[in-house]
């Protein structure tokens, strides 16, 4: 995998009539962001960007914005960013030039002329022109703002500065700061909708483990919240982990009396007549992407495996469902990045796989987390499953959560897996790197069936 990327910047400005060009000899060039691995494409662009027109930016959109642009510039894709606030001298070697004196003969690459002119073109496109997206037009930014420092005013704090941590033309993740604490302004499109109103009904519901929602904006499904002090899981030490497990537990079962609310606003359904419902479905799934294996090793799994694998989640579903649990809130992407921690308990952040069902599919995907980052040594990992599973207690039986306990390793493997395969779609369309993890999924459910084989072969017969 190349752990850099080079985007062209089209940086614009004052209603994109001006562009942001690099004088080579005779001829314009785009100037370049070179993004590493990992980094986000809004940040890294923008920062590059910045230093050299040496104002403020924010990214639009990327490409390649059509086919025909692609053929020849195989390593680079365009990023469309528009500087907004006082507009400052650009470095030696920049400068502004206005977009109706520009030609192809005045760059260096004709196919960079028309991608500023396409760009430029979609960029002032308004939303009732085309389904261009939200964040992908000029001057929404202005709204944005005016918007923001309304709903802060009457707190008692004014706007000092921004910060964009992502963006695309349908989503946009915002710091802002201000002459006190700071706030945080996300809005989302397709397919992420639902968390506008998840994240809305958690702050109604479940305030005391969700961050302030200070107001929303319902034209472009964004809030503003109050930032959450303290740092996140990723940083914490054991003792805040073992804290956030305690603080999780206490979330979700006080999220009990509102699953009817949670689901009506979004949050997805496992409840396990979907889970039983689905296992033929990905056990097909799991048989097509094996077949189209190419590679050795790991050896795929044969049909005689994959029929064994359903059977055991079908054993570990009855299993599950005589329990007679409760559902509740859970969050199939439960990142310790998305956790803030504090004396007083966690704040939990983006719900936007939040589920209803199961809720200790949750604290599996966690403790997944939680060993990577402390090892599997055997009293930390003890100590931080005990957190959260005491938590239960109050309201479960023992022996039911020890039975939970056993099953889960697999069951939430699964649940993982269903949910991943409906919006994926079909599984012959996925790209390879798709199948790839697919087939991942299906040898950890098998492994964790294999498990729970040699667990009730050891069990003492009654």
């Given at each position: ?21 690099s004088?080579d000899?005779?001829?314009?060039k ?7 691995y990992?980094?986000r494409?809004?940040e890294?662009?923008?920062?590059a ?11 639009l ?5 059509s086919?025909?642009?692609e053929?020849?510039l ?10 907004f606030g006082?507009?400052?001298e ?14 192809a003969e005045?760059?260096?690459n004709s ?7 396409e760009?430029?073109h ?6 009732s ?5 939200w964040?992908a037009r000029?001057g929404w930014?202005k709204q ?5 420092a309304e ?13 964009q941590l992502?963006?695309g033309?349908?989503?946009?993740l ?8 700071a ?7 397709e397919?992420n909708?639902?968390?506008f109103?998840?994240?809305q009904?958690l702050?109604?519901?479940l ?14 499904n ?5 930032e ?9 030490d054991l ?7 305690s603080?999780l ?9 509102h699953?009817d609310?949670?689901?009506q606003?979004?949050?997805?359904n496992?409840?396990f007549?979907?889970l039983?419902?689905a296992?033929g ?10 077949r189209r ?5 790991p050896a795929?799994l ?7 694998l359903g ?11 005589a ?15 998305n956790?803030?921690?504090s004396?007083?308990?966690?704040t ?11 809720p200790?599919?949750?604290f ?5 987390h939680?060993r990577?980052?402390h090892g599997?040594?055997q009293?930390?990992t003890?100590?931080f ?7 239960w ?9 020890d039975?939970a306990r056993r099953?889960?390793?697999l069951l ?12 994926q ?8 790197s ?6 991942s999924l299906?040898?950890?459910?098998k ?6 084989v ?8 009654s």
């Open positions: 995998m190349a752990s850099t990327r080079w985007y062209r910047l089209i940086v614009t400005c004052d209603d994109a009539s001006e562009v942001l060009l004088r000899g005779a001829v314009y785009l100037p370049s962001a070179k993004v590493e990992g980094e494409l809004a890294a662009a923008s920062r960007g910045k230093a050299v027109c040496g104002g403020d930016l924010l990214y959109f990327s490409g390649p914005l086919p025909s642009l053929e020849g195989k390593d680079y894709s365009y990023c469309v960013l528009e500087h006082a507009k400052n650009p470095c030696v070697l920049h400068q502004w030039v206005t977009r109706t004196t520009l030609s005045c760059f260096e196919r960079d002329y028309e991608a500023v002119i760009a430029l979609s960029a002032r496109q308004t939303l022109d085309s389904d261009i997206g964040f000029l930014w944005i703002s005016r918007w923001i709903a802060i005013r009457p707190l008692g704090y004014q706007v000092t500065g921004t910060r992502n963006g033309p349908r989503f946009v915002l710091r802002v700061a201000t002459d006190g604490p706030f945080w302004f996300k809005a989302v499109g397919p909708i639902k968390e109103l998840i994240t009904a702050a109604d519901s305030p005391a483990s969700a961050p302030q929602i200070i107001a929303s904006l319902p034209e472009c964004g809030w503003l919240a109050a959450v002090p303290g740092p996140s899981l990723a940083q914490a003792d805040q982990w073992v804290s956030a497990a603080s537990a206490e979330l979700q079962m006080a999220s009990i009396e699953f609310i949670l689901r606003a979004g949050a997805r496992l409840n007549d979907v039983r419902a296992i479905p990905c056990m097909s799934e799991v048989t097509h992407v094996m294996q190419e590679k050795s090793s795929p044969d049909d005689h495996a994959i029929q064994e059977e055991q989640l079908s054993l570990g579903l009855r299993e599950i469902t329990l007679d649990m409760p559902y509740a809130l859970g969050n199939l992407d439960l990142n310790p990045a956790i803030i921690t004396p007083t308990g966690s939990f952040l983006d719900w936007c796989e939040a589920y209803v069902g199961n200790f599919f949750s599996q995907y966690l403790l997944e939680f990577r980052q599997s040594d009293a930390p003890l100590l499953e005990e957190a959260y599973w005491n938590g207690r109050r309201v479960l039986p023992s022996a039911t959560l039975t099953i889960m390793p939430a493997v699964f649940a993982y897996t269903v949910a991943l395969s409906s919006t779609g079909n599984s012959s369309a996925r790209p390879d798709q199948q790839a993890y697919f087939r299906a040898r950890r459910m492994l964790e069936t294999d498990r729970l040699v667990g009730r072969s050891l069990c003492p017969v």
